[in-house]
C-alpha cells in the first residue's frame, strides 16, 4: 500500500498539469503578486498629494505641487511656470526621497 501511494505521488509531482501549477505560482510570487504592491505604494502617492511636495511627470519634469483640483494636478516646474498635468502622469520625485 505505501508504496502504491509513493508512487501515486512520485506520478503527480512529475506530471505536466503539477509543473503548469509550480509555473503559475512561480510566476504570481515573482511577477504578479511585487507589480501590485508597487501599483498599490503609487495610488496611495497620488491620493495622498499635497501642496509643496517635489514630484516628477511621466515626461521627466521635475517641479513642486502647487494644488490639486480631483485629477488634475498643477506644477510648478520653474519660477512663475505651473503646469496642470494629469494626476495619472505625476511620480515620486526619487531625488527628494533620497534627501
Known amino acids: 500500500m505505501n508504496i502504491l501511494l509513493n508512487s501515486a505521488v512520485a506520478g503527480f509531482l512529475g506530471s505536466p498539469i503539477f509543473m503548469f501549477i509550480l509555473i503559475i505560482a ?34 521627466g519634469m521635475y517641479g513642486k505641487v502647487k494644488r490639486v483640483e480631483g485629477n488634475i494636478v498643477n506644477v510648478e516646474v520653474a519660477h512663475g511656470v505651473v503646469l496642470r498635468i494629469d494626476k495619472s502622469a505625476v511620480f515620486a520625485n526619487p531625488t527628494a526621497a533620497q534627501q
Do not use: C, W
Open 26 to 59: 512561480i510566476m504570481y510570487f515573482m511577477m504578479i503578486r511585487p507589480q501590485r504592491k508597487r501599483q498599490k505604494e503609487l495610488d496611495n502617492f497620488r491620493n495622498g498629494l499635497q501642496a509643496g511636495q517635489e514630484v516628477v511627470t511621466s515626461g
